[in-house]
């Protein structure tokens, strides 16, 4: 079972139980012109970085793990 709260404008709690098991996941949104810097690459040599790769839409904003 998944449950969905959104706790405040751009912030959003994900709870998931499965096998008596729960597992707590809080995500971010942002609107399409302010995405970190990092979103959408997976590795940057240069920087040795690695980047943003899962992500959701919902409601208007892009919701990223936090």
Same mark, same amino acid.
């Given at each position: 079972?998944?449950? +969905?709260?959104?706790? &405040?404008?751009?912030?959003? !709690? +994900?709870?998931?139980?499965?096998?008596? !098991? *729960?597992? *707590?996941?809080?995500?971010?949104?942002?609107? #399409?012109?302010?995405?970190?810097?990092?979103?959408?690459? #997976?590795?940057?040599? &240069?920087? &040795?970085?690695?980047? #943003?790769?899962?992500?959701?839409?919902?409601?208007?904003?892009?919701?990223? !793990? #936090?």
């Amino acid at each position: 079972m998944q449950e +969905l709260k959104q706790l &405040d404008k751009t912030t959003l !709690r +994900l709870t998931e139980i499965s096998n008596s !098991r *729960v597992f *707590v996941n809080k995500y971010k949104g942002y609107e #399409i012109g302010s995405l970190p810097p990092k979103f959408a690459f #997976i590795y940057n040599e &240069d920087n &040795d970085q690695e980047g #943003i790769t899962e992500w959701f839409n919902f409601k208007g904003l892009t919701y990223i !793990r #936090i």
